[in-house]
Protein backbone atom coordinates (compact mmCIF):
# COMPACT_ATOMS: atom_id res chain seq x y z
CA UNK A 1 0.00 0.00 0.00
CA UNK A 2 1.59 3.49 -1.41
CA UNK A 3 2.26 6.01 2.06
CA UNK A 4 0.48 9.01 2.49
CA UNK A 5 1.79 11.66 0.91
CA UNK A 6 0.57 14.12 4.02
CA UNK A 7 -1.76 14.47 6.60
CA UNK A 8 -3.95 17.35 7.53
CA UNK A 9 -7.22 17.93 9.45
CA UNK A 10 -7.71 14.18 9.17
CA UNK A 11 -6.92 13.62 5.49
CA UNK A 12 -4.33 11.66 4.06
CA UNK A 13 -3.73 12.18 0.61
CA UNK A 14 -1.88 9.02 -1.18
CA UNK A 15 1.12 9.94 -3.85
CA UNK A 16 -1.84 8.88 -6.65
CA UNK A 17 -4.51 11.00 -5.53
CA UNK A 18 -2.16 13.92 -5.46
CA UNK A 19 -1.46 12.90 -9.07
CA UNK A 20 -5.15 13.28 -10.35
CA UNK A 21 -5.84 16.45 -8.15
CA UNK A 22 -2.98 17.62 -9.92
CA UNK A 23 -3.86 16.45 -13.34
CA UNK A 24 -7.75 17.61 -12.87
CA UNK A 25 -6.37 20.90 -11.78
CA UNK A 26 -4.29 21.88 -14.65
CA UNK A 27 -6.68 20.57 -16.94
CA UNK A 28 -9.50 22.92 -15.40
CA UNK A 29 -6.52 26.19 -15.82
CA UNK A 30 -6.26 25.21 -19.02
CA UNK A 31 -10.04 25.19 -19.49
CA UNK A 32 -10.58 28.84 -18.16
CA UNK A 33 -7.02 30.11 -19.77
CA UNK A 34 -8.88 28.90 -22.96
CA UNK A 35 -11.78 30.95 -22.45
CA UNK A 36 -10.43 34.13 -21.73
CA UNK A 37 -8.15 33.67 -25.02
CA UNK A 38 -10.87 33.81 -26.84
CA UNK A 39 -12.21 36.77 -25.14
CA UNK A 40 -9.10 38.38 -25.78
CA UNK A 41 -9.72 37.14 -29.43
CA UNK A 42 -13.20 38.78 -29.43
CA UNK A 43 -12.14 42.28 -28.64
CA UNK A 44 -9.89 41.96 -30.96
CA UNK A 45 -12.39 41.42 -33.58
CA UNK A 46 -14.76 43.87 -32.17
CA UNK A 47 -11.69 46.54 -33.22
CA UNK A 48 -10.67 45.03 -36.41
CA UNK A 49 -14.76 44.97 -37.86
CA UNK A 50 -15.55 48.16 -36.45
CA UNK A 51 -12.17 49.53 -38.13
CA UNK A 52 -13.48 47.95 -41.51
CA UNK A 53 -16.73 49.33 -41.07
CA UNK A 54 -15.69 52.83 -40.62
CA UNK A 55 -13.13 53.24 -43.35
CA UNK A 56 -15.61 51.47 -45.81
CA UNK A 57 -18.13 54.38 -44.97
CA UNK A 58 -15.50 57.20 -44.83
CA UNK A 59 -14.27 56.04 -48.25
CA UNK A 60 -17.45 55.17 -49.93
CA UNK A 61 -19.27 58.39 -49.91
CA UNK A 62 -16.69 61.54 -50.83
CA UNK A 63 -19.23 63.81 -48.81
CA UNK A 64 -18.96 61.41 -45.49
CA UNK A 65 -17.22 63.76 -42.75
CA UNK A 66 -13.37 62.06 -41.82
CA UNK A 67 -14.58 62.55 -38.01
CA UNK A 68 -15.85 59.27 -38.41
CA UNK A 69 -12.36 58.08 -38.08
CA UNK A 70 -11.66 59.97 -34.89
CA UNK A 71 -14.75 58.09 -33.37
CA UNK A 72 -13.82 54.84 -34.78
CA UNK A 73 -10.19 55.60 -33.01
CA UNK A 74 -11.80 56.46 -29.30
CA UNK A 75 -13.75 53.41 -30.06
CA UNK A 76 -10.69 50.99 -30.98
CA UNK A 77 -9.40 52.68 -27.68
CA UNK A 78 -12.03 51.81 -25.51
CA UNK A 79 -11.97 47.89 -26.95
CA UNK A 80 -8.16 48.23 -26.06
CA UNK A 81 -8.91 48.89 -22.27
CA UNK A 82 -11.10 46.32 -22.25
CA UNK A 83 -8.91 43.81 -23.37
CA UNK A 84 -5.88 44.78 -21.14
CA UNK A 85 -8.58 43.84 -18.42
CA UNK A 86 -9.28 40.35 -20.24
CA UNK A 87 -5.71 40.01 -20.58
CA UNK A 88 -4.92 40.22 -16.53
CA UNK A 89 -7.64 37.58 -16.15
CA UNK A 90 -5.80 35.26 -18.60
CA UNK A 91 -2.77 35.59 -17.26
CA UNK A 92 -3.96 34.97 -13.80
CA UNK A 93 -4.79 31.39 -15.19
CA UNK A 94 -1.29 31.58 -17.54
CA UNK A 95 0.12 31.48 -14.26
CA UNK A 96 -0.96 28.83 -12.51
CA UNK A 97 0.01 26.74 -15.65
CA UNK A 98 3.31 27.40 -15.87
CA UNK A 99 3.76 26.83 -12.12
CA UNK A 100 2.38 22.81 -12.84
CA UNK A 101 4.21 22.73 -16.31
CA UNK A 102 7.55 23.68 -15.11
CA UNK A 103 8.00 22.24 -11.36
CA UNK A 104 5.67 19.35 -11.41
CA UNK A 105 5.36 18.04 -15.12
CA UNK A 106 9.00 18.86 -16.07
CA UNK A 107 10.56 17.52 -12.66
CA UNK A 108 8.38 14.08 -13.37
CA UNK A 109 10.64 13.81 -16.51
CA UNK A 110 13.79 14.08 -14.80
CA UNK A 111 14.07 11.83 -11.88
CA UNK A 112 13.78 12.12 -8.67
CA UNK A 113 11.09 13.54 -8.80
CA UNK A 114 10.83 16.11 -6.19
CA UNK A 115 8.13 19.27 -6.48
CA UNK A 116 10.09 22.33 -4.76
CA UNK A 117 8.35 23.48 -1.88
CA UNK A 118 8.35 27.24 -3.03
CA UNK A 119 6.59 26.20 -6.32
CA UNK A 120 4.00 24.69 -3.47
CA UNK A 121 3.36 28.27 -1.89
CA UNK A 122 3.13 30.05 -4.89
CA UNK A 123 0.58 28.08 -6.40
CA UNK A 124 -1.62 27.77 -2.74
CA UNK A 125 -1.01 31.60 -2.66
CA UNK A 126 -2.37 31.72 -6.01
CA UNK A 127 -5.38 29.55 -5.28
CA UNK A 128 -5.80 30.73 -1.76
CA UNK A 129 -5.40 34.62 -2.28
CA UNK A 130 -6.09 35.37 -6.55
CA UNK A 131 -4.61 38.24 -7.42
CA UNK A 132 -3.48 39.52 -11.30
CA UNK A 133 -0.11 38.94 -11.83
CA UNK A 134 0.26 42.22 -13.98
CA UNK A 135 -0.52 45.95 -13.75
CA UNK A 136 -2.96 47.23 -15.95
CA UNK A 137 -0.39 49.55 -17.52
CA UNK A 138 1.74 46.21 -18.65
CA UNK A 139 -1.29 44.45 -20.05
CA UNK A 140 -2.49 47.75 -22.26
CA UNK A 141 1.26 48.18 -23.58
CA UNK A 142 1.36 44.46 -24.21
CA UNK A 143 -1.96 44.13 -26.12
CA UNK A 144 -0.72 47.35 -27.65
CA UNK A 145 2.22 46.74 -29.35
CA UNK A 146 0.92 42.97 -30.19
CA UNK A 147 -2.51 43.78 -32.02
CA UNK A 148 -3.92 47.44 -31.70
CA UNK A 149 -0.73 49.66 -32.85
CA UNK A 150 -1.09 48.33 -36.33
CA UNK A 151 -4.37 49.63 -36.39
CA UNK A 152 -4.16 52.59 -34.70
CA UNK A 153 -1.22 53.15 -37.78
CA UNK A 154 -4.07 52.33 -40.38
CA UNK A 155 -6.72 54.35 -38.92
CA UNK A 156 -3.86 57.57 -38.86
CA UNK A 157 -3.30 56.59 -42.72
CA UNK A 158 -7.25 56.63 -43.30
CA UNK A 159 -7.60 60.15 -41.57
CA UNK A 160 -4.83 61.65 -43.61
CA UNK A 161 -5.84 59.99 -46.65
CA UNK A 162 -9.78 61.34 -46.23
CA UNK A 163 -8.63 64.80 -45.43
CA UNK A 164 -6.07 64.93 -48.47
CA UNK A 165 -8.16 63.24 -51.22
CA UNK A 166 -11.72 63.45 -50.59
CA UNK A 167 -13.73 65.49 -52.03
CA UNK A 168 -10.98 66.43 -54.65
CA UNK A 169 -7.29 66.39 -53.73
CA UNK A 170 -6.53 68.94 -51.39
CA UNK A 171 -3.85 71.87 -53.16
CA UNK A 172 -2.17 73.09 -50.57
CA UNK A 173 -1.37 72.58 -46.79
CA UNK A 174 -3.89 75.31 -45.65
CA UNK A 175 -6.78 73.65 -46.92
CA UNK A 176 -6.17 70.19 -45.75
CA UNK A 177 -5.53 71.89 -41.98
CA UNK A 178 -8.77 73.60 -42.80
CA UNK A 179 -10.89 70.31 -43.88
CA UNK A 180 -9.40 68.33 -40.75
CA UNK A 181 -11.91 70.86 -38.72
CA UNK A 182 -14.82 69.50 -36.84
CA UNK A 183 -17.46 71.60 -35.97
CA UNK A 184 -16.46 74.48 -33.99
CA UNK A 185 -12.78 73.02 -33.70
CA UNK A 186 -10.48 74.16 -36.20
CA UNK A 187 -8.33 72.01 -38.20
CA UNK A 188 -4.85 72.75 -36.46
CA UNK A 189 -6.73 71.93 -32.87
CA UNK A 190 -7.12 68.18 -33.95
CA UNK A 191 -4.24 67.76 -36.04
CA UNK A 192 -2.50 68.96 -32.68
CA UNK A 193 -4.43 66.36 -30.75
CA UNK A 194 -4.07 63.65 -32.98
CA UNK A 195 -0.26 64.45 -32.71
CA UNK A 196 -0.58 64.11 -29.16
CA UNK A 197 -2.55 61.20 -29.00
CA UNK A 198 -0.45 59.09 -30.62
CA UNK A 199 2.74 60.19 -28.72
CA UNK A 200 1.10 58.86 -25.83
CA UNK A 201 0.09 55.55 -27.08
CA UNK A 202 3.59 55.39 -28.56
CA UNK A 203 5.16 56.49 -24.97
CA UNK A 204 2.99 54.20 -23.26
CA UNK A 205 4.03 51.46 -25.77
CA UNK A 206 7.82 51.92 -25.20
CA UNK A 207 7.37 52.78 -21.36
CA UNK A 208 6.05 49.23 -20.72
CA UNK A 209 8.04 47.59 -22.95
CA UNK A 210 10.59 46.90 -19.88
CA UNK A 211 8.11 45.55 -17.47
CA UNK A 212 8.48 41.96 -17.52
CA UNK A 213 6.07 40.82 -14.95
CA UNK A 214 3.86 38.65 -16.67
CA UNK A 215 4.37 35.13 -16.56
CA UNK A 216 2.20 33.36 -19.16
CA UNK A 217 3.75 31.13 -21.75
CA UNK A 218 4.70 34.60 -23.71
CA UNK A 219 7.36 34.78 -21.15
CA UNK A 220 10.26 32.58 -20.93
CA UNK A 221 11.07 32.06 -16.39
CA UNK A 222 14.41 31.27 -16.63
CA UNK A 223 17.46 33.57 -16.84
CA UNK A 224 21.11 31.75 -18.02
CA UNK A 225 21.42 28.65 -16.99
CA UNK A 226 22.62 25.04 -17.59
CA UNK A 227 21.40 24.16 -20.95
CA UNK A 228 19.61 21.36 -22.89
CA UNK A 229 22.56 19.12 -22.80
CA UNK A 230 22.81 18.86 -18.80
CA UNK A 231 18.83 17.72 -18.65
CA UNK A 232 18.98 14.72 -16.15
CA UNK A 233 22.50 15.61 -15.05
CA UNK A 234 22.84 15.76 -11.06
CA UNK A 235 21.38 19.55 -9.59
CA UNK A 236 20.03 20.51 -13.27
CA UNK A 237 16.02 20.76 -11.92
CA UNK A 238 17.49 22.85 -8.51
CA UNK A 239 19.94 25.01 -10.88
CA UNK A 240 16.79 25.92 -13.03
CA UNK A 241 14.54 26.57 -10.14
CA UNK A 242 16.79 29.08 -8.53
CA UNK A 243 16.32 31.06 -11.74
CA UNK A 244 12.40 31.02 -11.85
CA UNK A 245 11.35 34.32 -12.36
CA UNK A 246 8.07 34.02 -10.29
CA UNK A 247 9.10 31.59 -7.46
CA UNK A 248 9.77 34.25 -5.13
CA UNK A 249 6.30 36.49 -5.40
CA UNK A 250 4.62 35.01 -2.40
CA UNK A 251 3.42 37.55 0.00
CA UNK A 252 5.68 37.00 3.22
CA UNK A 253 5.11 37.99 6.82
CA UNK A 254 6.40 37.68 10.33
CA UNK A 255 4.83 36.33 13.19
CA UNK A 256 5.10 37.84 16.49
CA UNK A 257 3.97 35.16 19.26
CA UNK A 258 3.86 36.25 23.25
CA UNK A 259 3.25 33.60 25.28
CA UNK A 260 3.98 31.58 28.43
CA UNK A 261 4.64 28.68 27.24
CA UNK A 262 7.62 29.47 24.69
CA UNK A 263 9.25 25.87 24.51
CA UNK A 264 5.78 24.17 23.56
CA UNK A 265 4.68 26.45 21.16
CA UNK A 266 8.41 26.79 19.42
CA UNK A 267 8.95 23.13 19.32
CA UNK A 268 5.38 22.66 17.33
CA UNK A 269 6.02 25.48 15.05
CA UNK A 270 9.23 23.80 14.65
CA UNK A 271 8.39 20.31 13.85
CA UNK A 272 5.04 21.19 12.28
CA UNK A 273 5.58 24.13 9.95
CA UNK A 274 9.82 23.23 9.53
CA UNK A 275 10.20 27.29 10.31
CA UNK A 276 12.82 28.94 12.72
CA UNK A 277 11.72 30.49 15.83
CA UNK A 278 13.45 32.96 17.63
CA UNK A 279 13.06 33.47 21.21
CA UNK A 280 13.64 37.30 23.15
CA UNK A 281 12.26 38.50 26.63
CA UNK A 282 9.71 40.84 27.00
CA UNK A 283 7.74 42.35 29.44
CA UNK A 284 4.09 43.17 29.81
CA UNK A 285 4.14 46.90 31.41
CA UNK A 286 0.17 46.59 32.07
CA UNK A 287 0.40 43.58 34.01
CA UNK A 288 4.25 43.88 35.06
CA UNK A 289 5.18 40.09 34.12
CA UNK A 290 7.83 38.66 31.89
CA UNK A 291 6.69 37.07 28.33
CA UNK A 292 8.49 34.96 26.03
CA UNK A 293 7.88 36.92 22.28
CA UNK A 294 8.46 34.65 19.70
CA UNK A 295 9.61 35.86 15.80
CA UNK A 296 8.46 33.28 13.65
CA UNK A 297 9.41 33.99 9.84
CA UNK A 298 6.37 31.78 7.12
CA UNK A 299 4.66 32.69 4.54
CA UNK A 300 0.63 33.32 3.72
CA UNK A 301 -0.11 30.12 3.32
CA UNK A 302 1.25 29.13 6.70
CA UNK A 303 -0.85 31.63 8.74
CA UNK A 304 -3.64 29.46 9.19
CA UNK A 305 -1.68 26.56 10.72
CA UNK A 306 0.45 29.17 12.81
CA UNK A 307 -2.62 29.85 14.34
CA UNK A 308 -3.96 26.98 14.91
CA UNK A 309 -1.22 25.77 16.44
CA UNK A 310 -0.52 28.72 18.92
CA UNK A 311 -4.19 27.87 19.68
CA UNK A 312 -3.59 24.68 20.45
CA UNK A 313 -0.83 24.69 22.79
CA UNK A 314 -1.53 28.34 24.81
CA UNK A 315 -4.85 29.85 23.91
CA UNK A 316 -3.99 32.91 26.73
CA UNK A 317 -1.10 33.93 23.95
CA UNK A 318 -1.05 37.53 21.79
CA UNK A 319 -0.33 36.84 17.90
CA UNK A 320 0.66 40.01 15.71
CA UNK A 321 0.73 38.94 11.94
CA UNK A 322 2.42 41.27 9.70
CA UNK A 323 3.43 41.63 5.97
CA UNK A 324 7.58 42.19 5.53
CA UNK A 325 9.09 44.11 2.28
CA UNK A 326 11.37 41.23 1.83
CA UNK A 327 12.99 38.31 4.07
CA UNK A 328 16.45 36.93 2.61
CA UNK A 329 17.54 33.38 4.18
CA UNK A 330 17.01 29.69 4.31
CA UNK A 331 13.59 28.95 2.86
CA UNK A 332 13.22 32.33 1.72
CA UNK A 333 14.98 34.59 -0.99
CA UNK A 334 18.54 33.97 -1.28
CA UNK A 335 20.92 36.00 0.77
CA UNK A 336 23.32 36.95 -2.34
CA UNK A 337 26.92 38.94 -1.46
CA UNK A 338 27.35 42.14 -3.86
Known amino acids: MDEAAWTYRGYQLKSGDFVTAMSHLFRSE ?8 QRLDTTTNWAVIATGAALSIAFSQPTVHHGVIILNTLLVTWFLFIEARRYRYYELWSYRIRLMETEFYAPML ?3 FHPSPEWAECLAESLLLPSFPISMWEAFGRRLRRNYLWIFIILAAAWIGKGSLFPTPATSLAEFISRCAVGPVSG ?19 VTLGM ?3 TGEILSHYGKGPGVENLGQPGFIKAIR ?4 FVNRRSQLMAVIITEKPAVVSSRLMTDLKRGVTAMQGKGMYTG ?7 CALTVTEVHNLKSIVAQEDPHAFVIVSPTQEILGRGFNELIRN
Open 212 to 214: TEA
Open 188 to 206: SIIIGSGIGYYCLLLLVAV
Open 110 to 112: VPP
Open 242 to 245: SRLA
Open 289 to 295: SERSVLL
Open 30 to 37: IQRANVWR
